[in-house]
Protein backbone atom coordinates (compact mmCIF):
# COMPACT_ATOMS: atom_id res chain seq x y z
CA UNK A 1 0.00 0.00 0.00
CA UNK A 2 1.57 3.60 -0.70
CA UNK A 3 0.63 6.33 0.70
CA UNK A 4 0.15 8.35 -2.42
CA UNK A 5 -2.58 9.19 -4.19
CA UNK A 6 -2.11 7.27 -7.84
CA UNK A 7 -3.95 8.53 -10.63
CA UNK A 8 -3.72 5.64 -13.80
CA UNK A 9 -4.38 7.54 -16.86
CA UNK A 10 -3.76 8.08 -20.44
CA UNK A 11 -2.97 11.75 -21.61
CA UNK A 12 -5.36 10.98 -25.15
CA UNK A 13 -8.04 11.09 -23.19
CA UNK A 14 -9.93 13.85 -21.51
CA UNK A 15 -11.85 11.48 -19.21
CA UNK A 16 -8.29 10.95 -17.83
CA UNK A 17 -7.32 14.82 -17.91
CA UNK A 18 -9.85 15.65 -16.03
CA UNK A 19 -8.95 13.84 -12.87
CA UNK A 20 -5.23 15.37 -13.07
CA UNK A 21 -6.35 18.93 -14.09
CA UNK A 22 -8.57 18.22 -11.40
CA UNK A 23 -5.71 17.18 -8.76
CA UNK A 24 -3.51 20.00 -9.94
CA UNK A 25 -5.70 22.65 -9.27
CA UNK A 26 -6.30 21.30 -5.59
CA UNK A 27 -2.63 21.82 -5.37
CA UNK A 28 -2.19 17.03 -4.74
CA UNK A 29 0.93 15.16 -4.40
CA UNK A 30 -0.36 12.32 -6.52
CA UNK A 31 1.65 9.90 -9.02
CA UNK A 32 0.27 10.08 -12.10
CA UNK A 33 0.87 6.43 -13.93
CA UNK A 34 0.93 6.64 -17.45
CA UNK A 35 -0.82 3.52 -19.31
CA UNK A 36 -1.59 3.52 -23.12
CA UNK A 37 -5.16 2.83 -24.01
CA UNK A 38 -4.27 2.17 -27.63
CA UNK A 39 -1.75 -0.69 -26.21
CA UNK A 40 -4.41 -2.37 -24.66
CA UNK A 41 -2.72 -0.93 -21.26
CA UNK A 42 -5.77 -1.23 -19.43
CA UNK A 43 -6.67 -5.06 -20.22
CA UNK A 44 -3.72 -6.39 -19.00
CA UNK A 45 -4.45 -9.52 -15.58
CA UNK A 46 -2.34 -6.77 -13.94
CA UNK A 47 -4.48 -3.72 -14.31
CA UNK A 48 -7.76 -5.40 -14.14
CA UNK A 49 -6.90 -6.77 -10.80
CA UNK A 50 -7.07 -2.87 -9.55
CA UNK A 51 -10.01 -2.23 -12.20
CA UNK A 52 -11.88 -5.13 -13.59
CA UNK A 53 -14.12 -2.82 -16.03
CA UNK A 54 -10.30 -2.21 -17.54
CA UNK A 55 -10.34 1.51 -18.28
CA UNK A 56 -9.14 4.62 -17.17
CA UNK A 57 -9.32 6.76 -15.25
CA UNK A 58 -8.54 5.07 -12.52
CA UNK A 59 -7.49 6.81 -8.84
CA UNK A 60 -6.10 4.03 -5.80
CA UNK A 61 -6.15 6.36 -2.79
CA UNK A 62 -3.30 6.85 -0.29
CA UNK A 63 -5.12 3.86 1.82
CA UNK A 64 -5.23 1.56 -1.12
CA UNK A 65 -9.07 1.84 -1.63
CA UNK A 66 -10.08 2.07 -5.74
CA UNK A 67 -12.66 4.58 -7.22
CA UNK A 68 -13.23 5.05 -10.96
CA UNK A 69 -15.23 6.45 -13.42
CA UNK A 70 -14.35 10.33 -13.70
CA UNK A 71 -16.88 12.28 -12.65
CA UNK A 72 -16.67 10.86 -9.61
CA UNK A 73 -13.15 10.72 -9.03
CA UNK A 74 -13.02 14.44 -9.28
CA UNK A 75 -16.01 14.46 -6.75
CA UNK A 76 -14.04 12.72 -4.42
CA UNK A 77 -10.87 14.71 -4.91
CA UNK A 78 -12.92 18.01 -4.14
CA UNK A 79 -14.67 16.92 -0.93
CA UNK A 80 -12.09 14.72 0.87
CA UNK A 81 -9.59 18.40 0.16
CA UNK A 82 -10.31 21.72 0.33
CA UNK A 83 -13.63 21.89 -1.30
CA UNK A 84 -12.81 24.34 -4.15
CA UNK A 85 -14.88 23.86 -7.16
CA UNK A 86 -18.19 22.67 -5.66
CA UNK A 87 -20.95 25.42 -4.67
CA UNK A 88 -21.45 24.30 -0.97
CA UNK A 89 -25.59 25.91 -1.48
CA UNK A 90 -27.27 22.73 -2.18
CA UNK A 91 -29.46 23.95 -5.54
CA UNK A 92 -25.92 25.23 -6.73
CA UNK A 93 -24.17 22.13 -5.76
CA UNK A 94 -26.75 19.97 -7.42
CA UNK A 95 -26.87 22.25 -10.71
CA UNK A 96 -22.61 20.93 -11.01
CA UNK A 97 -23.58 17.43 -10.72
CA UNK A 98 -26.12 18.27 -13.21
CA UNK A 99 -23.66 19.19 -15.77
CA UNK A 100 -21.68 15.79 -15.14
CA UNK A 101 -24.46 13.42 -15.54
CA UNK A 102 -25.20 15.27 -18.83
CA UNK A 103 -21.59 15.40 -20.03
CA UNK A 104 -21.56 11.60 -19.57
CA UNK A 105 -24.96 11.10 -21.01
CA UNK A 106 -25.36 13.77 -24.02
CA UNK A 107 -21.76 15.08 -24.67
CA UNK A 108 -18.77 12.43 -24.21
CA UNK A 109 -20.68 10.12 -26.34
CA UNK A 110 -20.86 11.54 -29.36
CA UNK A 111 -17.93 14.39 -28.94
CA UNK A 112 -15.39 12.18 -27.49
CA UNK A 113 -16.28 9.26 -29.57
CA UNK A 114 -16.52 11.00 -32.64
CA UNK A 115 -12.67 12.14 -31.85
CA UNK A 116 -11.59 8.60 -30.60
CA UNK A 117 -13.34 6.80 -33.92
CA UNK A 118 -11.95 9.13 -36.10
CA UNK A 119 -8.31 10.10 -34.79
CA UNK A 120 -7.12 6.98 -33.19
CA UNK A 121 -9.31 4.23 -35.10
CA UNK A 122 -8.97 5.96 -38.22
CA UNK A 123 -12.96 5.68 -39.50
CA UNK A 124 -14.36 7.73 -42.27
CA UNK A 125 -17.83 9.39 -41.29
CA UNK A 126 -19.37 6.63 -42.97
CA UNK A 127 -18.84 4.16 -40.42
CA UNK A 128 -19.64 6.67 -37.76
CA UNK A 129 -23.28 6.23 -36.59
CA UNK A 130 -24.51 9.59 -38.17
CA UNK A 131 -26.64 10.45 -35.33
CA UNK A 132 -23.52 11.45 -33.47
CA UNK A 133 -22.48 14.71 -35.25
CA UNK A 134 -26.19 16.62 -34.80
CA UNK A 135 -26.33 14.98 -31.56
CA UNK A 136 -22.66 16.64 -30.59
CA UNK A 137 -24.09 19.73 -32.29
CA UNK A 138 -26.76 19.91 -30.67
CA UNK A 139 -24.39 19.79 -27.10
CA UNK A 140 -22.63 22.34 -28.48
CA UNK A 141 -25.21 24.43 -28.86
CA UNK A 142 -26.74 24.06 -25.33
CA UNK A 143 -23.24 24.77 -23.72
CA UNK A 144 -23.41 28.32 -26.28
CA UNK A 145 -26.32 29.30 -24.81
CA UNK A 146 -25.40 28.72 -21.98
CA UNK A 147 -21.82 30.30 -21.68
CA UNK A 148 -23.35 33.67 -23.63
CA UNK A 149 -24.51 34.92 -20.01
CA UNK A 150 -22.27 33.55 -17.88
CA UNK A 151 -18.62 32.72 -17.51
CA UNK A 152 -18.91 29.58 -16.45
CA UNK A 153 -21.49 26.74 -16.82
CA UNK A 154 -22.22 26.54 -13.45
CA UNK A 155 -22.34 30.44 -12.60
CA UNK A 156 -19.75 32.78 -12.26
CA UNK A 157 -16.55 30.90 -11.13
CA UNK A 158 -14.48 28.52 -12.52
CA UNK A 159 -16.86 24.62 -11.03
CA UNK A 160 -16.21 20.63 -11.94
CA UNK A 161 -18.95 21.16 -14.75
CA UNK A 162 -16.53 23.24 -16.52
CA UNK A 163 -13.33 21.09 -16.21
CA UNK A 164 -15.91 17.86 -17.12
CA UNK A 165 -17.17 19.70 -20.29
CA UNK A 166 -13.62 21.67 -21.40
CA UNK A 167 -12.24 18.05 -21.42
CA UNK A 168 -13.39 17.07 -24.66
CA UNK A 169 -15.08 20.24 -25.85
CA UNK A 170 -11.73 21.57 -26.29
CA UNK A 171 -10.85 18.88 -28.82
CA UNK A 172 -14.14 18.57 -30.91
CA UNK A 173 -12.65 19.51 -33.93
CA UNK A 174 -10.90 16.36 -34.15
CA UNK A 175 -14.40 14.66 -34.19
CA UNK A 176 -15.53 16.68 -37.02
CA UNK A 177 -17.06 19.28 -35.40
CA UNK A 178 -16.71 23.21 -36.19
CA UNK A 179 -16.12 25.47 -33.17
CA UNK A 180 -16.12 27.92 -35.41
CA UNK A 181 -19.91 28.52 -34.95
CA UNK A 182 -20.05 28.40 -31.30
CA UNK A 183 -17.82 31.46 -30.17
CA UNK A 184 -19.18 31.88 -26.91
CA UNK A 185 -18.11 27.80 -26.37
CA UNK A 186 -14.02 29.55 -27.77
CA UNK A 187 -14.28 32.25 -25.25
CA UNK A 188 -15.45 29.93 -22.75
CA UNK A 189 -13.02 26.95 -23.38
CA UNK A 190 -9.84 29.77 -23.33
CA UNK A 191 -10.79 30.94 -20.08
CA UNK A 192 -11.34 27.38 -18.16
CA UNK A 193 -7.98 26.74 -19.81
CA UNK A 194 -6.38 29.89 -18.43
CA UNK A 195 -8.01 29.32 -15.02
CA UNK A 196 -6.76 25.43 -15.02
CA UNK A 197 -3.09 27.18 -16.38
CA UNK A 198 -3.43 24.44 -19.36
CA UNK A 199 -1.96 25.39 -23.28
CA UNK A 200 -4.30 26.10 -25.68
CA UNK A 201 -4.70 22.88 -28.42
CA UNK A 202 -2.74 23.53 -31.23
CA UNK A 203 -4.51 24.84 -34.48
CA UNK A 204 -4.92 22.17 -36.78
CA UNK A 205 -3.17 22.77 -40.06
N1 LIG B 1 -17.38 6.82 -18.06
C1 LIG B 1 -15.98 6.52 -17.86
C2 LIG B 1 -15.35 6.22 -19.21
C3 LIG B 1 -14.02 5.52 -19.07
C4 LIG B 1 -13.46 5.18 -20.43
O1 LIG B 1 -14.20 5.00 -21.44
N2 LIG B 1 -12.14 5.07 -20.49
C5 LIG B 1 -11.48 4.83 -21.74
C6 LIG B 1 -10.53 5.99 -22.03
S1 LIG B 1 -11.47 7.50 -22.20
C7 LIG B 1 -10.64 3.56 -21.62
O2 LIG B 1 -10.07 3.29 -20.58
N3 LIG B 1 -10.56 2.80 -22.71
C8 LIG B 1 -9.72 1.65 -22.75
C9 LIG B 1 -10.47 0.37 -22.75
O3 LIG B 1 -11.72 0.38 -22.64
O4 LIG B 1 -9.81 -0.66 -22.87
C10 LIG B 1 -15.29 7.69 -17.14
O5 LIG B 1 -15.80 8.80 -17.21
O6 LIG B 1 -14.25 7.46 -16.49
Known amino acids: ?50 NPFGQVPTAVLADGRILTQSNAI ?14 SDPYERACVFKWLFWEQNSHEPYIAGRRFRKAYLGHTDEKIDAEWLPRGEAALGLMECTVQDTDYLAGDSLTLADIALVAYTRLADGGGFDLSGFPSVRAWIARVEKALSIDPVPEAG
Open 1 to 50: MSDRLKLYGDPISGNCLKTKWTADYLGLDYDWVALDILKGETRTDEFLAI
Open 74 to 87: MVYLVEAHNGALLP
